[in-house]
């Protein structure tokens, strides 16, 4: 089996545990839970700036932004007859709230009482956690070969990494989310990625200029498909 797939079944097996672990109300989860969300709940009542910080960083990392980012890239990439990479930016960057939707109907789980800003739907798994995760990874496969110098190809996977976990220390921070929906959601939104990488399988963009060298695979990516 590939490494894709390895890593496919591990973060299914993750989720699948969060939810049977949510459903049957297990003790260690729900002490974990909250052993994080009231401490974050504390600080958050005492000081206002607390809570609008966490709000623009869950803003600005979140659903709107990424989505609105992937449908451009998508139409540049089909206008560049980039299919492949197209498909995997629109279904990873843009679409990925269906996956969240799906989940959420699912599992039905109460967002915790304790939240510090109101937010609809239901709490399993984090969409911004889930949609961050699904898209990081997608844009990583399309910028990095892009990126001529080793240490700009590290810089760029080390800020997506930080981004996707901010974004779900801001949705435990603000209670809108337990600990366990947000590493749900990084589960699922792998899951989902490694899907669409391999049903997509994109061919990594090259510079301008580069159209005769040897194809090279910073990301990884085929290295993940490969048995």
Known sequence: M????WLALGALGLYIVLWVG?????????TFDWSLLNPAHDIGIKHS???RFWVIVSFVLGP????????????????????????LVLFCVTLNGFVTLVGKQLAGRPRPATA??????????????LEAMAAVPALLILSLPLLSR?????????????????VGVARVALNVHHPSDVIAGWALGYVYFLLCLWVF?????????HAGSRPRDPTGAQALLDP
Request: glycine letters at 10%.
């Open 49 to 51: 700036g607390w809570v």
């Open 201 to 209: 399988r994109p061919v990594p963009v090259k510079p301008e200029g």
């Open 64 to 87: 709107v932004p990424l989505r609105t980012l992937g449908f451009v890239l998508s139409v540049i990439l089909l206008v560049r007859r980039r299919m492949r990479m197209a498909l």
């Open 22 to 30: 949510h459903r049957q109300q297990w003790g260690w989860l729900e």
């Open 2 to 5: 590939s490494a894709a797939a």
């Open 116 to 129: 510090l800003v109101f937010v609809g739907e239901t709490s399993f798994p984090s969409g911004h956690a």
């Open 150 to 166: 080793r240490v700009l190809r590290v810089v760029a996977m080390v800020v997506g990494g930080l981004c996707v976990f901010i």
